[in-house]
């Protein structure tokens, strides 16, 4: 059945041979339909236009091709901030002005802190906070995060949710394993969480395609989905790619990049034949 699928690579370094396997997989399932590319270009500090153009080159060589113009998160502030305000009016939202240090802290001092699946969750310190100190803090210009009241969210929930992984079936969803997420900051309007969430639903997604390693992802995406009244994809998590030792391969390891690669002679050919593809 015909797709749309999409590869939302971040232009923060050069691709490697697992975002190679992640597009080409993500194309392949399109099985005929769309196959997109979005820019998840958030992360001003670190985007550059080099790597972009690098995206465009290595994909081109892979043999790919897709629909333009493609989707830069960076020029779609207002999408996220509209659903942003959606949440906020369901009383869903509340600042945090916590740095990560004090959060450290916290969580040491409570002893055995509840662990989710990126480590120990937000101990919910801001939570309790009256509106009169966060009035308070907002006006005085405090850096401060905008997090999710997974509680409160999971009020709002009168029937369990589930979603469809093509590879695993029918799956019901547990978003409190995030704890209360952080959705945006300050100065920077989504986390990767809401934009992906956002985007998808934008841009027509049928079948989210992505790395293992993001599965757990899926169980608070599908409740940021409810909450906003977005369509809901199907997704299909494949294998990663990993080095000789086993170790994910990462861009800050500069590890086999597209780029290096295609200097040195390789062929698409070759190149699929190492991905085992």
């Known amino acids: 059945m015909p797709e749309t699928t999409r590869f939302a690579p971040s232009p923060t370094g050069w691709l490697h041979l697992g975002h190679a396997y992640a597009a080409l997989f993500a194309a392949e399932q399109a099985d005929g339909g769309r196959f997109l590319i979005r820019l998840e270009d958030i992360d001003a500090t670190r985007a550059r236009p080099e790597y972009e153009e690098a995206i465009f080159e290595d994909l081109a060589w892979l043999g790919l091709s897709w629909e333009k113009p493609v989707r830069r998160q960076s020029d779609h502030f207002e999408d996220y901030r509209a659903a942003l305000g959606q949440l906020e009016a369901k009383g869903l ?146 294998r990663l790619i990993t080095d000789e030792t086993g170790k994910r391969l990462a861009k800050r390891d500069d590890a086999r990049s597209l780029k290096s690669l295609r200097e040195a002679g390789w062929t698409p050919n070759r190149l699929c034949q190492e991905l085992g593809i």
């Open 93 to 238: 939202l509340y600042p945090c002005f916590c740095t990560r240090r004090e959060i450290r802290d916290e969580i040491a001092r409570a002893g055995n802190a509840p662990q989710g699946p990126d480590g120990p969750l937000y101990p919910g310190t801001c939570r309790h906070l009256d509106a009169d100190e966060r009035q308070k803090r907002l006006a005085s210009g405090d850096a401060y995060a905008l997090r999710l009241d997974v509680n409160q969210a999971l009020q709002l929930i009168d029937t369990p949710l589930t979603f469809t992984e093509i590879s695993r079936g029918e799956i019901t969803a547990d978003p409190s394993i995030f704890g209360d997420v952080v959705l945006a900051r300050k100065d920077t309007p989504a986390s990767y969480h809401l934009a992906v969430v956002v985007d998808d639903a934008l841009q027509g997604i049928t079948l989210v395609t992505r790395g293992e390693d993001l599965l757990s992802a899926t169980h608070l995406h599908r409740l940021l989905q409810h909450l906003l009244g977005l369509p809901v994809p199907r997704w299909h998590h494949h």
